[in-house]
């Protein structure tokens, strides 16, 4: 793998086309695709938050100005695309994010079970957001069945997330 | 690039207080958004132009990557239709014998309620035209359920116009562009319709909550529901036209009564959008305003004879006015002696109930 740098340090900063916008422009393309009136044998896909991946990478990987923003901005095109109130999965992401910043100290180095259950708990903390911020804003219930689906097959999702993590998480050896 | 590759080089920020400050700012701006957006109401502009830009770039993409499933959709469809045609052309001429049935059933009721409506001089509805578009995208998680329709504003389509399937109501335009309009699901969390329970007459609100069943919200009356009762949208508050099929009432694991959606019988490729307008916008409002009460000043000073009439004596001539018409034909028609009574009686009933009939349409 090869990662541009300009200064020859210890901490070499990671190129931000591959560890911010790759991933993210996946994750919108696969949003699309499961997003379309195809069924399969009868059954319609199910719909994951694939931005949920990046989210937690980011902030495993290292603390970073870019990840909030380019969060905030995809979580409106998804809002967008599904049709969604503008500002919900911006806002539960971030606050997913935030979650996982505030616990790096802690739960960095595990196993990769452990980085599982990790992920897991983080996209519980974005679902509930996700539930709260509905029930508030429209007065209404979602259903909890449907939420606990959703948050099943994105939990499902975590080996991309151990890939990415593989990948980038000695791109910069002060956060290690 | 990185930011640590321009001019800002030799700028050392904290790195960890600085992510938390961009996520702040960034929360901030959603929960802005969040709080400024009413996608649900039955304003177009508050679906917002930035909705409608990304609609219109994803909507023909949408098309094309759907379109190879679409063509092994048909080719399975063929293949199907080949192997299973002699089960399913016996299966045809079964229906088409019930449904020959149900034409002669419908023909006589069509007539009766002809009818019906010349005597009573009912005003119905008028019909409504409808666009067919194709679902190009769907989303139904728990939090969205929507799907983007390829027809929009250049065919007449408008927010708040109701949509349906083969088999049902599925939603209504929540918001339209060229080319594109966005369809809120009954199933959405944000989607209250008026509906009635076809049996009883009993009214509803039907509430989406993200799940398949959408809930019978505020119903009213004693025992007003039974399982399989046939639900239809009221028309009430003229959002919606009255008596579209939604779906059949049943009870839910957690004790509220919901609603198995007839729409959800077949896939929602192609769906039709009916460009209804509210009936208070088909009636003339200039004509209806120009139209004042005559001045009080106009009245007649009471005439000191007609107090001391019993109001009885005074009311009767205008009653025999009104159902004059009415009752005289009959007996015009039935010369017998003892018959006119009774139909000159009789009369008097249907005419009470016209005016309840007739003031439906208007809402």
Request: proline share 8%; charged share 15%.
């Amino acid at each position: 793998m090869k990662f541009q740098t300009s200064r020859q340090t210890a901490a070499r900063s990671m190129d931000a086309w591959n560890w911010l916008a790759v991933p993210t422009l996946t994750c919108l393309m696969l949003t699309l695709l499961f997003a379309l009136p195809i069924r399969i044998f009868g059954l319609l896909p199910p719909e994951p938050v694939f931005l949920m991946v990046p989210a937690f990478v980011w902030a495993v990987i290292r603390p970073s100005i870019l990840p909030p923003i380019v969060l905030m901005v995809s979580g409106l095109l998804i809002d967008i695309l599904w049709g969604a109130p503008l500002g919900l999965w911006g806002f539960s992401l971030l606050f997913g994010y935030a979650g996982v910043l505030a616990s790096r100290s802690f739960a960095s180095g595990q196993g990769q079970s452990m980085n599982w259950v990790w992920y897991a708990i983080t996209c519980l903390i974005v679902e509930l957001t996700a539930y709260l911020v509905t029930l508030i804003d429209l007065q209404a219930a979602p259903s909890i069945v449907g939420a606990f689906w959703q948050w099943a097959v994105t939990a499902a999702l975590y080996p991309f997330a151990h890939q990415l993590i593989e990948r980038f998480e000695d791109a910069d050896v002060r956060f290690k | 690039m990185s930011l640590r590759d321009g001019p800002f080089q030799d700028l050392k920020v904290p790195l960890t207080w600085a992510a938390a400050m961009a996520v702040i700012v960034a929360g901030v701006a959603g929960l802005g958004l969040l709080l400024s957006d009413r996608r649900e109401t039955y304003k177009a502009e508050a679906y917002g132009a930035g909705r409608v830009v990304v609609d219109r770039v994803v909507a023909p993409a949408a098309n094309v990557l759907s379109t190879p499933a679409d063509w092994a959709r048909v080719l399975g469809n063929g293949i199907g239709d080949y192997f299973f045609a002699v089960s399913e052309n016996r299966r045809l001429k079964l229906e088409n014998a019930r449904l020959r049935q149900w034409r002669d059933a419908a023909i006589a009721l069509e007539d009766i309620n002809s009818r019906y409506r010349a005597l009573l001089g009912v005003k119905i509805d008028p019909p409504i035209p409808m666009v067919t578009a194709r679902v190009v995208l769907d989303a139904r998680g728990p939090f969205a359920n929507t799907r983007l329709a390829n027809a929009g504003q250049e065919r007449g389509v408008r927010v708040g116009q109701p949509v349906m399937s083969d088999a049902g109501l599925v939603g209504r335009v929540v918001g339209t562009g060229q080319g594109i309009s966005r369809i809120l699901l009954l199933t959405d969390v944000a989607s209250h319709m008026p509906v009635l329970v076809d049996r009883t007459n009993a009214r509803a609100i039907l509430s989406g909550d993200g799940g398949p069943n959408p809930t019978l919200d505020y119903l009213r009356g004693i025992d007003p529901v039974r399982n399989g009762d046939r639900i239809l949208s009221s028309g009430d508050g003229g959002v919606l036209p009255r008596g579209l099929p939604v779906g059949t009432a049943v009870k839910g694991l957690d004790g509220h009564w919901r609603v198995r959606l007839s729409a959800d019988a077949v896939p929602i490729d192609l769906v039709r959008i009916l460009l209804f307008k509210d009936f208070t916008d088909l009636a003339a409002q200039k004509a209806l305003q120009a139209s004042k009460m005559p001045p009080l000043t106009d009245v007649p000073a009471p005439v000191a004879s007609s107090s001391v009439l019993p109001p009885a004596l005074t009311s009767k001539p205008a009653a025999a006015k009104v159902v004059a018409p009415v009752a005289v034909k009959p007996a015009a028609t039935k010369p017998a002696p003892t018959k006119p009574t009774a139909l000159t009686a009789v009369p008097p009933k249907p005419v009470a109930k016209p005016s309840v009939a007739a003031a439906e349409p208007v809402r």
